[in-house]
């Protein structure tokens, strides 16, 4: 008889889960979760110049417990379980695995620092007990196996790495379901299977659904393969996606796929699949194209991660950049007061605010707006852009810290592509807000100005803003940056 432990982390899923399906090869197996305190409350940045700021906010904690209850109620209807145990893993694991006499454990590798460390805890002590451990890539579209050139000899710019595996790798075919064999006897384990602790026991308050969001994001696999029904086949949206991928309001602009793709509820190769299905069913084209395109944007940065390890993390970023004099909120009051009004949307920048205000009240943000809310405070404001990625950490249901820390570092800049990415926000604003319908429906306060001064309020003399009802400095902040002047080469 074989006991085996499948370790669930970011790979919440019975569908195309390497490690689920080598797990249930065994005589025996008990899924477990471990919900480790370090990823809750008030935490240090780590590294030089760290900071403290929340892990996890209401809305991604929300969407991981919903995650957690789909997972068990899809392995309880296969005639298994799930174990869920609070602690750190390095110790849970290899006490689960001790009171059932598990001979291996088997796991999702993942790239960043933080979960590589978790990981080498547990294989660490489980190695110590005699137990057999073997972890799996499960997260990516691409196989770390089949890179062209290993981990350590992708580009660092994406184009040729998108042309690499574009032309010389594949996507592995998903995995079926398995079959899963019955759970070992649990007698020697206290307190029953368990359950994902409440967000009161977590100390956030439990989040209300804000209509004017996008979409109402819910955890699990069941949630996530429905979406993509939906979106894909139910709606037909995604031949029209590269044409709308950057629109503001509404479901069905983009996938909104993210949330599951991060939390494991998705498997990004089940995606491609849907996806070569429906060039085959219905249409083949540049947006069917596109959404793979993003997916392997999302590969690129979890390899790049892989390779440069901490320093993909750190303030001067992998170009290592030390001409970059950053403001730091910890030390400068100037800073910290520009700071604090960035995260409550209060920049007096229109579509900035408006794109806070919207992560802030649903946890949720479009690309188009992050790239935007991102430049404002690392490009023209210069405060520390480790500062506003960790407020993103907080507030993003779909929180990825590849994605999440290589976007913001190729924003400020000091990560991938040399090229200058600061952004003209009002620009921008017009180009895809063009009447103002995105700033008016989250700065209900602009809602009289017309399209010439809903995203330059600024423009407006003190007679017209007494006739819009919009006086700055009252009814609306006052820009704290002059976008014009601080919109001066940096790189």
Known sequence: METALWW?????????????????????????FVVDPRQYGERA??????????????????FRRETIADLRESLDDEGSGLLVREGRPGEVVPEVAA????????????????????????????????????SHWTSTLHHVADLPEGVQGIDDTFTPFRQSVESDSRVREPLPEPELPPTPDLGRLDGGHGAFPTLDDLGLERPEYDDRGVLAFEGGETAGLDRLEAYVWEGDHLRAYKRTRNGLLGADYSSKLSPWLAAGCLSPRYVKREVDRYEAERVANDSTYWLLFELRWRDFMAFQTAKHGGQFFARNGIRE?????????????????????WKRGETGIPFVDANV????????????????????????????????????????????????????AYVAGVGND?????????????RYDEDGEYVRHWLPELRGLPPGYVHEPWKMDPEEQAAYGVVLGEDYPEPMVDLEASDEPFR
């Open 99 to 134: 009171a059932v006499d598990a001979d291996v454990v088997h796991f999702q590798a993942l790239p960043a620092p933080e979960e590589r460390e978790a990981a080498r805890a547990v294989v660490s002590a489980l190695g110590d007990a005699g137990v057999r451990t073997e």
């Open 45 to 62: 940045y780590g590294g030089q110049r760290s900071f403290a700021f929340q892990k996890t906010g209401a809305y991604r904690a929300r």
């Open 418 to 430: 040399s090229r200058d990415s600061a952004f003209d926000v009002v620009e921008q604003a017009k």
């Open 321 to 341: 950049r030390e001409d970059i004099d950053w403001a730091d909120p910890g030390s400068d009051p100037a800073a910290r007061e520009q700071f604090e009004r």
């Open 8 to 32: 669930v982390r970011a790979d919440a899923r019975l569908h195309d889960n390497t490690a689920l399906v080598a797990a249930a090869e065994a005589d025996e197996l008990l899924p477990v």
């Open 357 to 408: 205000r919207e992560l802030n009240a649903t946890g949720f943000m479009s690309n188009r707006g992050r790239q935007n809310v991102a430049s404002v405070l690392a490009n023209s404001l210069r405060i520390d852009w480790r500062r506003g990625a960790a407020y993103f950490e907080t507030q993003l249901v779909d929180y990825d810290p590849c994605s999440n820390y290589g976007n913001w």
